[in-house]
T-cell receptor, first 114, second 109 residues
């Protein structure tokens, strides 16, 4: 059983550095989502892809954030010029189709910006 | 704008003491309501999906129910291993999941 995987699991970086996270969805899932979660809060939507097309982005996603899913399989989320406020858990989820379909989450990448 | 409110924020139960968690939601068109369990430092683990008022789903000691305005997660005779944060989310007019802040459940032996 290959669920959603994320790499790295933990990342510590200095303010101003760039970081990139990777997500591998469940195979055959055509939708891939990125969320951000801070302590004591539920996950907040950032963006999602259907196959390789990025269909929606939250207003939370500043210009410093960019996401790609080049071949409709794995996805990357890059944060440029990190700020301390970017410290959070970054979660990836995938689903088989779309509306109303269950999203399955990966273990997350914990980012700490010093 | 879709909104989800969960209560209580935290709940402490003795082992075997049954209780319910509440999830109130506002959406213009509900496509699905989801319950997840999240352990510290891990991603949310899927529990249930509910699609229409009156629907119920059960899994071991957990039972989820849905009305037009809220959902309940009933926990019967909980065990310490049920301790976790339980998250409720809706797939509605926003076309992505909108989560509540969760209920942190602690079951004492």
């Amino acid at each position: 059983d290959t669920g959603v995987s994320q790499d790295p699991r933990h990342k510590i970086t200095k303010r101003g550095q760039n970081v990139t996270f990777r997500c591998d969805p469940i195979s055959e899932h055509n939708r891939l989502y990125w969320y951000r979660q801070t302590l004591g809060q539920g996950p907040e939507f950032l963006t999602y892809f259907q196959n390789e097309a990025q269909l929606e982005k939250s207003r939370l996603l500043s210009d410093r954030f960019s996401a790609e899913r080049p071949k409709g399989s794995f996805s990357t989320l890059e944060i440029q010029r990190t700020e301390q406020g970017d410290s959070a858990m970054y979660l990836c989820a995938s689903s088989l189709r779309g509306a109303g379909e269950t999203q399955y989450f990966g273990p997350g990448t914990r980012l700490l910006v010093l | 704008e879709d909104q989800v409110t969960q209560s209580p924020e935290a709940l402490r139960l003795q082992e075997g003491e049954s209780s319910s968690l509440n999830c109130s939601y506002t959406v213009s068109g509900l496509r699905g309501l989801f319950w997840y369990r999240q352990d510290p430092g891990k991603g949310p683990e899927f529990l249930f999906t509910l699609y229409s008022a009156g629907e119920e789903k059960e899994k071991e000691r957990l039972k989820a129910t849905l009305t037009k305005k809220e959902s309940f997660l009933h926990i019967t005779a909980p065990k310490p291993e049920d301790s976790a944060t339980y998250l409720c989310a809706v797939d509605g007019s926003a076309r992505q999941l909108t989560f509540g802040s969760g209920t942190q459940l602690t079951v004492l032996p």
